[in-house]
C-alpha cells in the first residue's frame, strides 16, 4: 500500500473531512448576513490547511468528500451541483495561486472564495437559462473578497499554531528554500 493513504492519512483525512463538515453544519444554521447565498465559507480553511500544510491530492479528495456528504446531510441533487462547481473551479484556482507563490494564505482565500461564487454564478445561469442573473454577481464579488479575507485570517493564525516556525507563511523555509513535504 502506498505510504500516502497509510492508515495514519486516512485518518487525518476523515478528521477534515468531519471538521469541514462540522463548519459547514454550523454555517448553514447561522445566516451571516441579510444577502441571500452569502456565507463565511468556513469549511474552505480546512481546504486551506489541506492545500498549505498536507498536498493536492488531499485537498481534492477533502473538496469531493465535503461536497458529498454535506449534499446528502442538507443539501439535496442541486445543492451538490452549485457546491461542485463552485468546489472545482475555486480549489482550481486556489491550487495554481498556492504553487505560484504570489499570494499569501490571504490571497488564495478571497481567489478562491471569488472563484466559487462565479462558478455558482454561471451554473445558475445554465440552470435557469437567463444570464440576467449575473447582475446579482458584483454584490456576491464583494461579499467573496470580504468573507475569503475573513477565512484567510482565520487560516493564517491556524496554521501558526500547527506549522513549525521554521516554515515561512509561503512555504518556504527560513533559508528561503522550498520545505520539505510541499507541493
Not at 491530492?57 to 468528500?65: E, R
Not at 486556489?94 to 471569488?114: D, E, Q, T, Y
Not at 440576467?132 to 454584490?139: E, K, N, Q, R, S
Request: aromatic share 8%.
Amino acid at each position: 500500500m502506498n505510504r500516502r493513504w497509510g492508515a495514519s492519512a486516512i485518518a487525518r483525512l476523515g478528521l477534515l473531512t468531519a471538521v469541514a463538515i462540522v463548519l459547514g453544519y454550523f454555517e448553514h444554521l447561522l445566516p451571516v448576513t441579510g444577502i441571500p447565498g452569502v456565507k463565511l465559507g468556513l469549511a474552505n480553511t480546512v481546504l486551506l490547511y489541506a492545500l498549505y500544510l498536507l498536498d493536492v491530492p488531499s485537498a481534492v479528495l477533502l473538496m469531493l468528500l465535503k461536497v458529498g456528504i454535506s449534499g446528502l446531510l442538507y443539501g439535496g441533487p442541486a445543492a451538490m451541483l452549485y457546491s461542485f462547481a463552485g468546489g472545482v473551479l475555486s480549489l482550481g484556482v486556489m491550487i495554481f495561486a498556492r504553487k505560484s507563490l504570489a499570494f499569501s494564505v490571504i490571497g488564495v482565500s478571497v481567489l478562491g472564495a471569488v472563484s466559487h461564487n462565479i462558478a455558482q454564478m454561471l451554473v445558475a445561469c445554465l440552470v435557469v437559462e437567463t444570464r440576467a442573473i449575473l447582475a446579482y454577481l458584483p454584490v456576491l464579488l464583494i461579499a467573496a473578497a470580504v468573507t475569503g479575507t475573513l477565512t484567510g485570517l482565520i487560516a493564517r493564525y491556524t496554521f501558526k499554531g500547527l506549522r513549525p516556525k521554521s516554515v515561512r507563511e509561503d512555504g518556504r523555509g527560513e533559508n528561503g528554500a522550498q520545505s520539505k513535504g510541499k507541493t
